[in-house]
């Protein structure tokens, strides 16, 4: 069964510094997005994407972040400069259609030092 | 702005003993959903409601919705041990790549 993969699964960075997470989404899907948790709270939105660009994006998603489909299959998200408050685990999700269900991804743990 | 809320947050209970989470929001939605997720591990789906009254069952859990009441139920039947986790609702409005607005989560633990 297609899925969602992530990596890396855990990445330590010192703050200050910049972090890459990536994404592969399921390869018929068409829209794709970015979620964070924060340790013990509840899942938050960051952004959605649809043909090459950002569709929509919440109060987090501020200028020290940015996301890219650089090729056909990869999903990027960019932290320039990591805040101690970044520290947490982010989700990618895709979705075949605007009315499909989102599929997540397993998560990368972004823990900054 | 929508707004979920769940409860309640946490939930102790006995093996065999049923119970209900609830989920409300604030504006009108399109899609319900509820997912599962394990300690340090990822959301998996549950539950996608679509429209008033629709009822979803898998095993010992139910999902309901009333979009008139803003409101969504997970019914626990006769609970196991394995059902230990941490539930989320989370609704949809249908924009153009709309997003999911998650509930707080209910930290559910089931004791033999």
């Known amino acids: 069964e297609p899925e969602v993969t992530q990596t890396p699964s855990h990445q330590v960075t010192q703050m200050g510094q910049e972090v890459i997470l990536r994404c592969v989404p399921i390869?018929?899907?068409?829209?794709f997005y970015w979620y964070r948790q924060i340790l013990g709270q509840k899942v938050e939105f960051l952004v959605s994407?649809?043909?090459?660009?950002?569709?929509?994006k919440s109060e987090i998603f501020d200028d020290q972040f940015s996301v890219e489909r650089p090729d056909g299959s990869n999903f990027t998200l960019k932290i320039r400069s990591t805040k101690l408050e970044d520290s947490a685990m982010y989700f990618c999700?895709?979705?075949?259609?605007?009315?499909?269900?989102?599929?997540f991804g397993p998560g990368t743990r972004l823990t900054v030092t | 702005e929508l707004k979920v809320e769940q409860n309640p947050l946490f939930l102790s209970m006995q093996e065999g003993k049923n119970y209900t989470i609830y989920c409300n929001y604030s504006?009108?939605?399109?899609?319900l959903y509820w997912y599962r997720q394990d300690p340090g591990k990822s959301l998996e789906s549950l539950f996608v409601?679509?429209?008033?009254?629709a009822v979803k069952q898998e095993g010992r859990l139910m999902a309901s919705l009333d979009t008139k009441a803003r409101l969504s139920t997970l019914h626990i039947t006769a609970a196991v041990h394995d059902l230990s986790a941490t539930y989320f609702c989370?609704?949809?409005?249908?924009?153009?790549?709309?997003?999911?607005?998650f509930g707080e989560g209910t930290q559910l633990t089931v004791n033999p």
């Open positions: 989370a609704v949809e409005k249908a924009t153009s790549g709309s997003r999911l607005t």
């Open positions: 994407f649809y043909n090459n660009e950002i569709s929509e």
């Open positions: 504006t009108t939605s399109d899609r």
């Open positions: 390869s018929n899907h068409l829209y």
């Open positions: 999700a895709s979705r075949p259609t605007d009315s499909g269900e989102q599929y």
């Open positions: 409601l679509l429209s008033n009254g």
